[in-house]
């Protein structure tokens, strides 16, 4: 008895479409320099503490350490685009929480120095994840996509 191999969803015509919009996307200028800025945002945040010289406020360090790292690793490197919406949302509260990290971690031993690198530095990693859900709320045409649009 022969057997006919059950077709596999890598061949389904959806998945092939998907991929093909997914490139599209991805290759406009407009995504391509949310995603630079991006990456370098995060690899700054994690960096800034010896670059800005409050490495000395351990805790604010570390915490500025794992959350560059991983809002790079978010919106920098992870480029899945149907799940950059999502991604976009956690990378929001990675900016926002850099922006109050001064005295959520450091408590009174923050310094001018770390207090304006985190505000400034949130505030940009903010305002590109927030690009960044607004791009991928739009379809490759420019219009937003809705139900039943493809």
Not at 7 to 22: G, K, L, N, T
Not at 25 to 33: E, K, N
Request: glycine share 8%; net charge positive; hydrophobic share 50%.
């Amino acid at each position: 008895m022969t057997t006919h191999p059950s077709p596999s969803i890598e061949h389904h015509p959806d998945v092939a479409e998907m991929r093909s919009r997914f490139e599209r996307a991805t290759a406009t200028p407009r995504a391509q320099a949310i995603e630079t800025l991006a990456l370098l945002t995060g690899v700054y945040l994690a960096a800034s503490p010896w670059i800005a010289g409050f490495a000395i406020l351990t805790p604010l360090a570390v915490c500025n350490l794992i959350m560059g790292v991983a809002y790079s690793l978010l919106l920098g490197v992870g480029n899945a685009y149907e799940r950059t919406h999502s991604m976009a949302w956690a990378a929001c509260a990675i900016g926002a929480f850099t922006i109050i990290s001064p005295w959520v971690v450091a408590g009174p031993f923050d310094v001018t120095r770390s207090v304006l690198n985190n505000v400034i530095t949130g505030a940009v990693a903010l305002l590109l994840a927030l690009a960044m859900a607004a791009n991928a709320g739009q379809g490759v045409s420019g219009r937003p996509r809705g139900r039943g649009a493809m």
